[in-house]
Every structure is written in C-alpha cells, then in structure tokens.
C-alpha cells in the first residue's frame, strides 16, 4: 500500500477580475463617500437642508404675499426699489448665516482632520489614490452638499420672482437677468462655505480644534476685520465673509446702500469685495493641497 503524498490545495483564491476604471475616476468614489456619509445622521446635513428649506418657503411666501402690492423702499442713493424685489438679495444672508454656517461646524470642518486623527489617510494611499485625487473628491464631494442648500434655493425663488406679477414678454425678459446673479452669488457663498472649512480642517490633527479655529476665524477674525474696515480701512472688512457677500450682493442687485454691520454703516465696493472673497478661495484651496500632499508623502496616520 503505498503511503500519501502531500498535495496543495486552492483555497479559493481568484484573481480580480471585474471592472477596471480609470485612475482619472477615483476622485469619484471618495464624492460619493463624502456625500453618504454627510446623510448619515440628521445633526450633519438633513438639519441645515431642513434650515435651507424653512428659509426658502418663508422668503417664498413674503414674496407671494407683497408682490402685487407694489410697496417700495428707498436705498442709499434715493432711488426705490420694489420690497418684493429686496428678498432675494436679503435672503442670501440668511441662508450663510445659518445653514452654511452650521453644516461647517457640523460637517465641514471637520472632514480632513478627521482623517488624520483616525488615521483614514492609511486606507486611501495604501490604494492607488493619488493626493489630486482626495482633494478633487473632497471638494467636489462637500462643495455639492454646500451648493444644494444655497445655489437650489435661490434657482428657485428667482424662478418663483420671475412669475410674480409678469405682464408681458418684455417684462419676462428683463427679469431673465436675476438667474446669472443668483448663480454668481449663489457659486461664490458656495465656495467660501467649501474651501476655506476644509483647510482649516487641512491644518488641524483633531476635529475639536478644527471647529473652534473655524469658528474663531469666522466669528473673531471676521468682526476685527470688520471693525477695521469700520474704522479707517474700508477694503479690510471684504476678509469677514458675511460683509464681503454683502458688499457682492448688493452690487449684483443694484440695491445701493451702505452696509450695515454692528450699528454702523460701511461703504465697501462689490468689486473690491469680490476679489478679495476669491483670493481666499485660491489660498484655501493650495493650503489644502500643500497639506493634504504633505500628509501623504510623511504618512500621517499610517500608524495609527
């Protein structure tokens, strides 16, 4: 009887063998990620999605209820302006102040950091998931989340403005004009909202001192550079992002008057505000990518 010979079994190995996307799609998966996980729980994004739509029926039924009663107010420079043609450009206030606000806190800020504490960095470089790729797909992940709460809203309440009291083609036409302004100021709150949390976050080891260092800038930093631009230079106040929007707004819509911030008036140009909102965006957006390929090359969190 002859004695059995040892044998190697396959235990069920199989080489992969599904569908190979392009490295140029990657960024994709980690949008996807950042979006699931921002509607997992209602403290992150459901609760400002809910604060965006109070806002928008509120700021609706105003319109509704005085657009045929042809009220006016007088603006800075004397001239009148339909009340019903003032909410718009006074209702982007409401919704940075409290919806984009709150999902920084909640969401925003703490994207990146919470990365880096819990040592997520391992899990995306450990795959072929290049630096460009995690920061295009956080960005584009987050930036569609702050969008929909401001730039949807004011698509529709400019759809719902244009209905209001329309006479004629001419008239329509005319007011084709405020769709262009609500996306420009919709697009630029949009990216402020998106860029400047998430490299704050970049910057931080722990989502607790990510939150309190956007908080400070947002509130502390935002009011001294206010009260500078109150004081003696007016173009310092366009680095506090609510008076900056401000400034923007009311050029875009033509409602000419100062500003008001703490009691006081402020004269600071559209123009002006605008480039310096924009320079914030680009700075925010390289101080990511400094640190997000600084964080790969040294492995942060790769040995957590």
């Not at 931080?204 to 631009?229: E, L, T």
């Not at 140009?269 to 997000?292: K, R």
Request: aromatic share 12%; proline share 3%; with cysteine.
């Amino acid at each position: 009887m002859s004695e059995p010979t040892s044998r190697i079994h396959d235990l069920g190995y199989k080489r992969y063998v599904g569908t190979r996307r392009p490295a140029s799609t990657r960024w994709r998966v980690i949008l996807r990620n950042q979006i699931a996980i921002a509607w997992k729980r209602w403290w992150r994004y459901k609760l400002s999605l809910f604060l965006s739509i109070v806002i928008t029926f509120v700021a609706g039924a105003i319109m509704y209820f005085i657009g045929g009663r042809n009220m006016k107010m007088l603006i800075g420079d004397g001239t009148q302006l339909k009340i019903v043609d003032g909410v718009l450009p006074a209702v982007v206030q409401f919704y940075c102040s409290f919806p984009l606000f709150i999902l920084s806190l909640t969401l925003g800020s703490m994207i990146i950091a919470s990365d880096t504490q819990t040592g997520a960095f391992t899990f995306y470089y450990v795959r072929p998931v290049r630096a460009r790729d995690y920061v295009l797909g956080k960005l584009a992940g987050y930036g569609l989340i702050v969008g929909s709460l401001i730039i949807i809203p004011l698509i529709l309440l400019a759809g719902f403005r244009l209905a209001i009291g329309l006479d004629s083609v001419d008239q329509l036409v005319e007011r084709l004009v405020i769709f262009p302004k609500v996306l420009a100021i919709g697009t630029l709150a949009t990216l402020l909202y998106t860029t400047i949390p998430l490299a704050i976050s970049s910057l931080m080891a722990k989502r607790s001192h990510a939150i309190a260092v956007w908080a400070a800038y947002y509130y502390i930093f935002g009011n001294i550079c206010a009260a500078i631009g109150l004081t003696s230079t007016p173009f310092v106040a366009a680095f506090d992002i609510q008076t900056g929007l401000s400034a923007v707004t009311q050029q875009l819509f033509n409602v000419s008057r100062p500003i008001q911030k703490n009691g006081f008036n402020l004269e600071l140009s559209g123009n002006v505000a605008a480039l310096i909102l924009i320079a914030q965006v680009i700075v925010a957006i390289g101080v990511i990518a400094y640190q997000v390929s600084r964080d790969q090359k040294s492995g942060v969190g790769a040995s957590s």
